[in-house]
C-alpha cells in the first residue's frame, strides 16, 4: 500500500513538474517584429484582420508586432547599419535586396526554402528574380502588372474608342488634345522612380519582350535600334504635350491624380497599385482598366510582369524559425490570399496559384479581370518585364533618374543608351542582372 | 509743399514691396480656410466659408502634438548647450585673452563660411553607427555646435563692449575669474543673451537640412520636417498644405512679433560679426 | 605674483574654452577632416571603404556633368542674388529714410519673410507657380499674363529662376534691415550740407549714402557669395534639382550623391570641391579686410 501510494504521489510530482515547465514555455512569447513600408489605413486594417491576427492564432507562442513607416527606405538603412532593425522586412523589389545582401545583412532562405517547398508554391518566374548569386535572398509577396486606366464615362460621353494600334493611340490622344482634355495624367517629381513604370512599358511593349531578354542576357546592347525605338516614341508622346502638358517633371504623384478627379485627364499608364487610388479619386465616374495597346507592329503586347514588394528575413533575427513560419504563412492558404487581396485593394497580390473561387463575393469584377489576364499572361507565357524587378539596380536606377532629360531635349537617346549600356555591362559582370524566366 | 508730395510718393514703392512681401502670407492663410477644390478652381478669391476643420484634421494627422514636442525638446537642449559652452567661450576669448585665441575665432569662422556639407556626411554615417540618428536628443548637440560660431561672435562684440573697470572691480574685490564671469559678467549679459535665444530659436524652428537627414521616423520628426512629409504625401490636399503651413509658422511669427528687436538685430549684428 | 596670476589666467582661459571646443570638433571640425579623407575613398555608407586615390576626383572633373550644371546654376543663382535683392534692398532702405511715417511698420513687414520658415515658403510658392492648381494655372487663361506661365517649375529653362524669385521674396528684407540700420547711421549733416548746396534726393543717395555704405555693401556681397554656394532648401523641396538636372545645384547633387545614391566617399570628393570655391572667397574677403576695404 505504502509504496504504490509513494509511485503514485512520484507520478503526480513528475507530471506536475512536466505540466509546470510546459506551461511555463508557452507563457515565454517570441517576439516578431515586421517592418512594412507605409500604407493606407486600408492596408493596415487589412494586414491586421486578414494576416497579424489569423497568424497569431494559429501560432500562440508568437506574438507579431507590425512597424509601418513613410520614408521606409532611409529608416531601414539606418536600423541595419546600426545592426538593429525588425526580424522580416519588407523591400520594393528584388534588386533592393542585392545591396543588403552584400553587407551580409539579410539572411539567406534556401534551407527553409527546402523546408516548406517555397518554389512550388510561389510562381516560378517571381521565385528565378529573387535569387541572386544562386541563393534565394528574399520572397516574392506582390506582383503586378502594367495597365492603361481611364475614364469611362469621359470615353462613352465623348465617343471614343480605346486604341488598337500605334496610330490609332496617337489619334485618340489628338482627339482628347483638341477636346482640352490631358490625354495621359502623370507625375514625378516626388518620385521619381515613377519614370520606371515609362521604361518599363515602352522597352517591353516596343522593343518587345524578346528582345528585352536578349539585351539582358548580353547578346543584345541598348544602343540598338528596337530600344532606341521605344524611347523616341515616349518622348514623341511627351513632346506633343500629350503626358501632363509637359509639366510631369513639376507634378507630383497625386497631382496628376488630382487631375484625373478634376476630369481634366483621360488616361493613365500606372500599374495594378492604381487600385490603391483609382477609386478613391473617381467620385462622380466611372472608370475602368485595359491592357496597354500594341504600340509596335510587330510586337504582340506582351502582359509585362513585376515584383512589388518582396520580403526578407534579417540576419541578425534571434527567431528565424518562427520567421520563417511567417514567411510560410502568407503563401499557403489562397483564400487567405484572395482576401488580403480584396481588402487591400492593388496590393498584396500574392503570387501563388489561385482561382476565382478564392475571392470573396465583393471582390470587384474589374480586378477580377485583372487578375484573370495576369493568369493568362503567364500561361501564354507573353510576358513583358518591369524594369524595378529584371533591370539590374544601377541600369534601372541611371534610366529612370535621366529620362526627364531625355525628353526635355537636355539629352540626346544616343547618349542615354550609351551610357545604360556601361553601366549594365559592369552590372552584368558583378553578376548583379537578376535571373529571366 | 513739393516735399509732402513727394514724400507721399515714396510711399508708393513701399506699399507695392509691402504687397510683395504679404501676399503670399495672405495666400496661406486664405487658402487654409477653403476646401482642396476649392483652392484648385478659385485660387486668388476669399475662402467661401471658414474651415476651422482644416486645422485640425491637419494637426492630427501631421501628428503635430509629437512635432511641437520633438522641435520643443531640439530647441530647448540646443539653447542650454549653447549658451552654456559659448558665453564662457566668448569671455576667455575677450577678457581673458588666451593664446590661441585667433586660431579659435579663424576656426569658428571656417564653420561659418563653409558649406555644412562638408560635416554631414561622415556626421551622419558617424551618427547611424552609434544608433544616435532618429534621436532629438542627439540632434540637438548639433545645432549647438553649428550655431555655436555666430553666438561666440555676437557675445564677443557685446563683451568687448563691456569697460575694463567693471570686471576689474570685482577681480579687486577678490573674485576668481570663474566668479567674474558667473557675478559680473553674464548678468550683463542678458539682453545679448535673449537676443542669440531669439535668432537660434528661430534657426533651430525653421532648421530643414540636417533634420531631414537626422530625424527620419515619424514619431520624432521636427516641426519642419514633419509639415514637409506631410504635405509631401498629401500634396493634392492643398487646404491641408496651407492650414499645417499655418500652423507651423505661428510659434515664429509670435516670437517675432514679441521679440522683433532682438531677431532683427541679432541677424544683423551677428553676421557683421564685429 | 603678475606672472603667477597670468599664467593661472591662461590655463583657465582654457577651461572656458574646452566645453565649446570639444562640441566643435566632434560635430563640425572632426567630421570636416574626415570628409577630406573619405574623398579618397568608394564608400556607400553601408559597408566597408575602400581606397581608390584620386578617382573620385578626376571622375568629378571629367565625367560628371551633374556637377557642372549645378555650379553653373550656383553661378547663375549668384549672379541673381548679388544684383535684385542688393538693389531692391539698397533703394528701399534708402526711401524709408526718406519717409516719415510708418517705418517701423514697413520694417517689420519687410523682414517677416525672413522668419518664415524654407519649407513654408517653398511650398506656398510651388503651390502659387503650379501649372495646374497654382495661381499661374489659373491666370494662364489671361492672354496678357500668358508670360507668367514660363515660370514654372517644369520648365528647365526657367526653373532655377522661378526657384531663385521665391527664394528672393523671403531673402531680400534682410539686405533690407541692414542697409536700413546702416543708412540710419550716417551723419545726418552730411545731408544736410549737400542738400543746402542744391542737390537733389537721388543725387543725396549717389554721392553720399551709396558711397558710405561700401563697407557694408562689400561685406554683404562677400556673405552673399557664400551663401549661394551653400544654398540648398529651396531647390530641394521645390524641384529636387528637377526636371532633368535643370535646377540642380552643388548641394543638392552632393545630398543625393551622399544619401540617396548612397555614393558617400564620392559625395565627399565633390564637397571638397565646393569647400574649394567657398576658401576662394574667404580669403578675398580676409585679404580685402586687410587692404581697408571694409573702412572707409
Redesign the interface.
Known sequence: MGKKKLIAIGIVVVLGIALGSFTSASAKKVTLVWWTEYHAARIYDAIRETIEKPFEIANPDVDLKVEY???YD??LR?AL??E?GPDIIDLHGPSYAIEYVDANMLLLLDEYAEKFGWKEKIFPWAIACSMYKGHLTSLPVHYETMLLWYNRTMFEEKGWNLATDWDSFVSLCEKQDAAGVIPLTYGSV?FVIANSWMTSIFFSCIAGPENVKRVLTGEMKWTEEPFKKAIEKYRFLWQKGWISEKQSAAL?L??S??LWQ?KRAAMKFEGTWALQNVFDFSKGFDWDWAPIPQLEPGVVPPVIMGIGSNIALNAKTEHPDQAATFLDFLFSDPKRAGRIMDAARGEFWVPIKLSKADFPPEFDERMIRCFEYMGEGMASGNIGYCTWTFWPPKTDAFQYQNLDSVVLDRMSIEDYLASSQEIFEQELAEGRVPTLP | MREQK??TL??I??II??V???A??V??IS?SFKTG?E??T???SLPMQLLWRNYVDAWQIAGYTKGILSSTIILALSIA?LL???S??A???VK????GGNV?LL?????M??????????????W????L??SPWALA??Y???Y?PFS?FLLRSYYIGIPKEVEDAGRVDGCS??QV?LRIILPLSKPVLMTVVAVVS?WV??E??FAL?FL???EVRSM??R???F??????N?AY?AAS?VM??LP??I??VFL?RS??EG??RG??KG | MPSGRKLY??Y???I??I???A??T???????V??VR?AFFDWS?LGKPQWVGFKNFVDIVLHDWVFRIGLVNNIKYLIIFLTVPMI?GV??AY??T???R?VAV????????????????A???A??YHP????T??LKDISWLQWLTQFSLGNPDYALYTIAFADL?HWW??MF??YH?ALRQIDVQLYEAARIEGAS?WQLFFKISLPLLRPTIV?LYL?QM?WC??T??YV??MTRGGPGHASELA?TW??DQ??IQFE?GY??AL?IY??LI??V??VLYLYLKRRGWESY
Not at chain 2, 547611424?128 to 544608433?131: C, E, N, Y
Request: hydrophobic share 55%.
Open positions: 513607416f513613410p520614408d532611409r529608416i539606418t547599419v546600426a538593429a516626388d507630383a497625386d497631382d491624380w488630382g478634376d | 513727394s514724400k515714396f510711399h514703392p513701399l514691396m509691402s510683395y512681401a504679404l503670399p502670407l495666400l496661406l487658402n477644390g483652392i484648385r478659385q485660387p486668388l548647450i552654456a559652452v559659448a564662457p567661450m569671455f576667455a576669448l581673458l585673452r588666451i593664446p579659435i576656426l569658428l569662422l571656417l564653420g563660411t563653409l558649406p555644412p556639407q562638408l560635416c554631414i556626411i561622415p556626421l551622419f554615417f558617424m547611424q553607427k552609434m544608433g540618428v532618429d548637440p548639433i549647438s555646435a553649428r555655436l561666440v575669474e570663474v564671469f528661430m524652428w525653421n530643414f537640412l537627414t527620419h521616423t515619424e519642419a520636417i509639415y514637409y512629409c504635405t509631401g504625401r498629401f500634396s493634392i492643398l498644405v503651413g507651423m509658422v515664429i511669427m516670437l517675432y522683433q531677431v532683427v541677424m544683423t553676421s557683421l | 589666467t591662461r583657465l582661459g582654457w572656458f574654452v566645453p565649446g571646443l562640441l566643435y566632434v560635430v563640425v571640425l572632426g567630421p570636416s574626415a570628409t573619405y555608407g531692391l533703394t528701399l526711401i524709408t526718406l519717409v516719415r510708418g514697413y520694417s517689420t513687414i519687410f523682414f517677416l519673410p525672413v522668419v518664415i520658415a524654407s519649407v513654408v515658403t511650398r506656398i510658392w503651390w502659387i495646374f492648381f497654382g495661381v494655372g489659373a521674396w528684407g534682410f534691415v541692414i540700420g534726393t561685406f556673405l557664400i554656394f551653400m540648398f532648401d530641394y523641396i548641394t552632393i545630398y551622399a544619401f558617400a559625395a565627399c564637397t565646393l569647400t567657398c576658401v572667397f574667404v
